[in-house]
């Protein structure tokens, strides 16, 4: 009995841990999820944990008054997203994504960052 109990959990865990690896979730940012950067940047970048399907994948980013900022329709090579933007003010901008993995599992989200002081 306790070896059925033991496989049976040691099932539902690789079964779960599989399933989780499943969805491109954002790694990291640049800039940061959350930072402050001196200056400008000119792109967006965002890394996944997998690649993404181009075609169903995408990024807004916009100022304090909603108004969109960055140049349009992103690069995408394998598991990076970029997107150029225009040039920003000193102000907190919200960056809004929804990407679809190549295995179909879609995941979105958002955050903000900081130019200036």
């Given at each position: 009995m306790r070896m059925l109990i033991f496989a049976?959990?040691?099932l539902v865990t690789?079964?779960?841990?599989?399933a989780a690896k499943a969805h491109a979730f954002l790694d990291h940012a640049e800039p940061r999820v959350g930072s402050t950067?001196?200056?400008?940047p000119r792109e967006l970048s965002l890394s996944y944990t997998q690649n993404l399907e181009p075609a169903f994948s995408e990024v807004e980013v916009s100022d304090a008054n909603g108004k969109r900022v960055d140049q349009g329709k992103p690069s995408i090579s394998a598991a990076v997203m970029r997107v150029g933007l225009k040039p920003l003010?000193?102000?907190t901008y919200r960056v809004r994504w929804h990407v679809l993995s190549v295995d179909t599992?879609?995941?979105?989200?958002?955050f903000?960052?900081?130019v200036g002081q």
């Open positions: 049976t959990s040691a690789v079964t779960v841990g599989t950067v001196p200056t400008a003010a000193p102000g599992h879609t995941t979105e989200g958002s903000t960052f900081r």
